[in-house]
Structure formats: structure tokens, C-alpha cells
């Protein structure tokens, strides 16, 4: 049994978490979509403008402080009908600003999804940051049960 199978979901959150607003100029976003760590709140936003846009659903089961340095959101998702779990963590630095995003998609298939997906839509601009749908599609094949 899963965590977010067994957490009781919560209300819809009104509007944008509230770190969104306050991203440090030198920020740093890390995930499991990603090939390598992005740096800047211009960067990061444009990135997660659009990963929201891919999200079908979001149920939360955990939204809010996490002590007083981290903002903590558990949820469940779909992209294009692929069921997903994320757990995004960030911590705030002193001045109150998002300074490190780490956020984690879970399963594989999932993953390789949002990854592919991003990556049609920032590949150019984002060299190398995304999997191209290849790589996707050959490590989806390899990790597959057989």
C-alpha cells in the first residue's frame, strides 16, 4: 500500500502555491524529470508554468509548511491519462525566497511521460535538460515487465 493511496486527499488549493511568488533570482529546481539541476526564478518559472498546464488532475494529501524553512506538497496526478504521485519540497532561505526546489514524480512510467513531454515543448530552448521522446520511449522498453 502506497502513501498517497492510503492519505486522505485535501481541498483544492486557491491559486498558486505560495513560494511560486517568491522564487530567489539564484534559485535551483532539481527533479527526476530532469537530466540535470536549472538555475534562475526565470528559468524555473517558465518551467513550471508549463508543467502545471500538463497536470489533468492534482489531489493533494499534504499542502503547507513544513517547519519554518520548507514548503511541502504531496499529491496524485495524471498527464495524458498516466497516473502519478509528486512530492515537491522547497526550502526558504532568510529573506523569506524559494531558493531550492526539489521535486519528485513517481512511477518510472510517469516520470519518462513528464520528462518526454517537457522536453517536446522546451528541447530547444532547454538543451539536454529533458529526454528527448526516444530516450524516453528506450528506457520505458527496458524497464518494462516482461
Not at 11 to 20: A, E, Q, R, T, Y
Amino acid at each position: 500500500m502506497k502513501f498517497t493511496e492510503t492519505a486522505p486527499t485535501l481541498p483544492c488549493p486557491s491559486g498558486p502555491p505560495p513560494w511560486l511568488g517568491k522564487i530567489a533570482q539564484d534559485a535551483t529546481l532539481e527533479g527526476a524529470v530532469l537530466k540535470r539541476a536549472v538555475h534562475g526564478k526565470d528559468n524555473i518559472l517558465a518551467l513550471i508554468s508549463h508543467a502545471r498546464s500538463l497536470y489533468e488532475f492534482q489531489d493533494y494529501t499534504y499542502y503547507g509548511p513544513w517547519g519554518s524553512e520548507f514548503f511541502m506538497e504531496s499529491y496524485r496526478a495524471s498527464i495524458n491519462g498516466v497516473p502519478m504521485e509528486c512530492s515537491v519540497i522547497v526550502h526558504m532561505n532568510d529573506a523569506g525566497e524559494a531558493d531550492s526546489l526539489l521535486i519528485h514524480h513517481y512511477p518510472l512510467d510517469a516520470t519518462l511521460e513528464f520528462s518526454r513531454l517537457m522536453g517536446e515543448k522546451f528541447g530547444d530552448q532547454f538543451a539536454n535538460l529533458y529526454l528527448t521522446a526516444a530516450q524516453a520511449d528506450g528506457l520505458a522498453k527496458a524497464s518494462s515487465k516482461k
